[in-house]
T-cell receptor
Framework: NAGVTQTPKFQVLKTGQSMTLQCAQD?????MYWYRQDPGMGLRLIYY???????DKGEVPNGYNVSRLNKREFSLRLESAAPSQTSVYFC?????????FGPGTRLTVL | GQQVMQIPQYQHVQEGEDFTTYCNSS?????IQWYKQRPGGHPVFLIQ?????EVKKQKRLTFQFGEAKKNSSLHITATQTTDVGTYFC???????????FGSGTKLNVKP
């Protein structure tokens, strides 16, 4: 039982490149979230999915797209990376009142 | 826009001293959650508060939700070195399960 897994752990991109961050959960939870965390700041919600097949924007959705492929997987895509997207990205899955976070992806955009 | 403010930003205490972090929202919250993040780690859920004036305890940790459901606090009694980390509050103003995080309080405990 791995909980929430994220790949990759680290990534360096050049400005304008695209990539997809992967997230999977084995807890059969309905809701999943993508957050970003910048130094000295709390987590900011990018997108979330209340259930399979549904997604909704959070606080900072610009520059990102998401796919809730099935109940297990929720991916985050950067179509054209920008230096402002350098951050640590956390995926979370929620059931009832508890959010379970993955280990994070540390992304640097040069 | 929705804002959740958290103070202080940093707190350095001697082991055995108490610690408190405060969270304030610009709007009434449906519920509030608290998380702990160790250095280099991911946030770990601690607790959720829902009711006005609610107080919950977990061993040395006491969580409070204000009467107006706009503020909350986390108090740690007799800190230990294992308490080191950053404590975040996260408020849900509309009960849509969209959470707005405070900027966190980083706690350092000197042995």
């Amino acid at each position: 039982n791995a909980g929430v897994t994220q790949t990759p752990k680290f990534q360096v991109l050049k400005t304008g490149q695209s990539m997809t961050l992967q997230c999977a959960q084995d807890m059969n939870h309905n809701s999943m979230y993508w957050y970003r965390q910048d130094p000295g700041m709390g987590l900011r919600l990018i997108y979330y999915s209340a259930s399979e097949g549904t997604t909704d924007k959070g606080e900072v959705p610009n520059g990102y797209n998401v796919s809730r492929l099935n109940k297990r997987e929720f991916s985050l895509r950067l179509e054209s990376a920008a230096p402002s997207q350098t951050s640590v990205y956390f995926c979370a899955a929620r059931q009832a009142d508890t959010q379970y976070f993955g280990p994070g992806t540390r992304l640097t955009v040069l | 826009g929705q804002q959740v403010m958290q103070i202080p930003q940093y707190q350095h205490v001697q082991e055995g001293e108490d610690f408190t972090t405060y969270c304030n929202s610009s709007t009434t919250l449906s519920n509030i959650q608290w998380y702990k993040q160790r250095p280099g780690g991911h946030p770990v859920f601690l607790i959720q508060l829902v009711k006005s004036g609610e107080v919950k305890k977990q061993k040395r940790l006491t969580f409070q939700f204000g009467e107006a459901k706009k503020n909350s606090s986390l108090h740690i009694t007799a800190t230990q070195t294992t308490d080191v980390g950053t404590y975040f509050c996260a408020g849900d103003p509309y009960n849509f399960n969209k959470f707005y995080f405070g900027s966190g309080t980083k706690l350092n405990v000197k042995p």
